[in-house]
């Protein structure tokens, strides 16, 4: 069965910091990946997703992503966040037949002091 | 973007009673909803996939008779938790895919509270 592992469960960070966040998938087919953002008392939002081609990502708000197939993973970086950024972040995977089913991981609390 | 609602955003039942959730695709038609459920500090668990004009296809684990679904139309999808117990009590948060920009949105979930 597919599966998604965030790997910190709690990030705290303080302002300009660099932040990577760490997404492992496991599915051996052909997949969709996602990182979306879940601000305090809001819905999820996407912040970035990878179908094909070009590995690296960019996405919404300075987030990237890369995709590195040989290591399953799927990682999110910001070069300098804000306090702004203080969310939930969850990565997800879609198994490209299976129509839009999304498995989530964990999710990661990000905290960003000002 | 492609905007979803959910209604009631907040609800308290007895135990016992059922409970109804409407999600929406306010622009944009649906053919396919998603129902996850949320636990406080823990990721989205996805209960079943609603599909129009048809039955929904419920995860493994998930009780098909106490979270029924109905997907009416394009733009409307319905879980309603029969006979609530207290620990039916979560976020429940549904989402829709937009066909024409290849993407799934999410609603602001509701938060049910079972006394």
């Known amino acids: 069965a597919q599966s998604v592992s965030q790997h910190n469960h709690h990030v705290i960070l303080s302002e300009a910091a660099s932040l990577e966040l760490g997404c492992n998938y496991s599915?051996?087919?052909?997949?969709?990946l996602f990182w979306y953002v879940q601000y305090p008392g809001q819905h999820l939002q996407l912040l970035l997703k990878?179908?094909?081609?070009?590995?690296l990502v960019k996405g919404i708000k300075g987030f990237e992503a890369e995709f590195i197939k040989s290591k399953f993973s799927f990682n999110l970086r910001k070069p300098s966040v804000q306090w702004s950024d203080t969310a939930e972040y969850f990565c997800?995977?879609?198994?490209?037949?299976?129509?839009?089913?999304?498995?989530f991981g964990q999710g990661t609390e990000l905290s960003v002091k000002p | 973007g492609a905007v979803v609602s959910q209604h009631p955003s907040r609800v308290i039942c007895k135990s016992g009673t059922s409970v109804k959730i409407e999600c929406r695709s306010l622009?944009?038609?649906?053919?396919?909803m998603f129902w996850y459920r949320q636990f406080p500090k823990k990721s989205l668990m996805l209960m079943a996939t609603?599909?129009?004009?048809?039955?929904?296809?419920?995860e493994q684990g998930v009780e098909k008779d106490k979270f029924l679904i109905n997907h009416a139309s394009l733009t409307l999808s319905t879980l309603t938790v029969t006979s609530a117990h207290p620990e039916d009590s979560s976020f429940y948060i549904c989402?829709?895919?937009?066909?024409?920009?290849?993407?799934?949105?999410f609603g602001p979930g509701t938060r049910l509270t079972v006394l």
């Open positions: 609603s599909n129009e004009g048809s039955k929904a296809t419920y």
């Open positions: 599915y051996g087919g052909t997949v969709n």
């Open positions: 990878y179908f094909s081609g070009d590995p």
């Open positions: 622009d944009f038609q649906a053919t396919t």
């Open positions: 989402s829709a895919i937009s066909t024409s920009v290849n993407e799934q949105f």
């Open positions: 997800a995977v879609n198994n490209y037949n299976q129509g839009g089913k999304l498995i």
